[in-house]
C-alpha cells in the first residue's frame, strides 16, 4: 500500500499526541510502535522520492517536453521539500542522496543507477 501525505501527516500527529501523553499514562509499547510505523511511511515516501529523481535525471532534448519536464521538476522539489522537512521536525533521517537532489540543480544529482539503487535499498529494508 502506497502512503500518502495525508496518511503521513495523520501519523505523525498521532505520535506527537502519545510523545506528550506517555509522561501521564505510559504506553511505551504502543509509542514504539507508532514510532516504527511513521519511520516506515517516512522511508517508504524517500523511496519513491528517489525513484522519481532518477527518472528527472535528465532534461528532456525536445523544447515541447521541457516544459512538463520543468512543472514535474517544481513539483518533486516540493513534495521533497515538504519531506525533508517533516523528517527534521519528527527526529527522522534524510537520506543523503535526497538531501544531495535537493541541494543542486538537476544535472548535478548522482547517477540515475545510483537513484534507483538507493530508492530499492530504502523500499526493501525490513518491516
Same mark, same amino acid.
Given at each position: ?20 501523553? #506517555?509522561? !501521564? ?6 509509542? /514504539? /510502535?507508532? /514510532?516504527?510505523?511513521?519511520? !516506515?511511511?517516512? !522511508? ?18 525536445? #523544447?515541447?517536453?521541457?516544459?512538463? %519536464? ?5 513539483? %518533486?522539489?516540493?513534495?521533497?521539500? /515538504? ?25 548535478? %544529482? ?16 525490513? #518491516?
Amino acid at each position: 500500500m502506497k502512503s500518502s501525505i495525508l496518511d503521513r501527516r495523520a501519523q505523525a500527529r498521532l505520535l506527537r499526541v502519545l510523545r506528550a501523553c #506517555t509522561p !501521564r499514562r505510559p504506553r511505551r509499547v504502543l509509542l /514504539e /510502535e507508532a /514510532e516504527i510505523e511513521l519511520w !516506515r511511511l517516512y !522511508r517508504r515516501e524517500q523511496a519513491e522520492l528517489l525513484r522519481q529523481a532518477g527518472d528527472l535525471r535528465l532534461a528532456p532534448a525536445r #523544447t515541447e517536453a521541457r516544459s512538463a %519536464w520543468r512543472a514535474a521538476l517544481r513539483d %518533486w522539489r516540493r513534495r521533497a521539500a /515538504e519531506c525533508a522537512g517533516l523528517c527534521a521536525h519528527d527526529g527522522y533521517p534524510l537520506a543523503p542522496r535526497l538531501a544531495a537532489c535537493l541541494a543542486h540543480p538537476a544535472h548535478g %544529482w548522482p547517477a540515475a543507477a545510483a537513484l534507483h539503487s538507493d530508492a530499492a535499498r530504502l523500499g526493501a529494508l525490513p #518491516t
